[in-house]
């Protein structure tokens, strides 16, 4: 069994991950298509959690690189991306969070992302995951559909090659169950928990 420090509460802006927390949001578009849909939508999702005093992460990513079609809109990119990232935070004070796909996207999304995450197809990269961790953000790493929950202890201890404290919670994304069947095993939750760290 992984042996790290249990870590159990991951703070990012008022929202808290670990045992026993009170329901968080992680939410907002896919991807982003402009900056006045971010902001809008950005803006509606703080009222909406201020009212339920429901702690908020405004999640948006710059670029999905894993579309099915070549033809399919990726996104801004990561340069206009980071701008409008930093408007979210700075002008409704909110925490973001963002995907990265490759280690030369990291330094400069890092500058404005209070989580950087790692997409599902992707989280068996090690360098990927390595570099993510060494910024000292919060990373978010989800377990691809075709990893085995107690598969994903792997990812945590590629973290902790880096040899010192990191911030990492894994995301249950379910199993691929035949072709185009995915299914939410919820005993992955529990799998995953016991490695040491919040599980969403």
Known sequence: ?????????????????????????????????????????????????????????????????????VDSFRGVGVKKGVEILSRVKGELDLPVLTDVHSEDEIPLASTVADVLQVPAFLCRQTDLVVSAVRTGRVVNVKKGQFLAPWDAENILRKADSMGKKHRVILTERGVSFGYNNLVADMRSLEVMKAFGGPVV
């Open 1 to 69: 069994m992984h042996s790290m420090t249990k870590q159990w509460d991951i703070s990012i802006g008022n929202a808290r991950f670990g045992n026993k927390r009170p329901l968080a949001l992680i939410a907002g578009p896919c991807v982003m298509e402009s900056m006045d849909l971010v902001m809008k939508t950005a803006k509606t999702l703080r009222d909406v959690t201020r009212a339920l005093k429901m702690p908020f992460v405004f999640k948006c990513s710059f670029d999905k690189a894993n579309r099915s079609s």
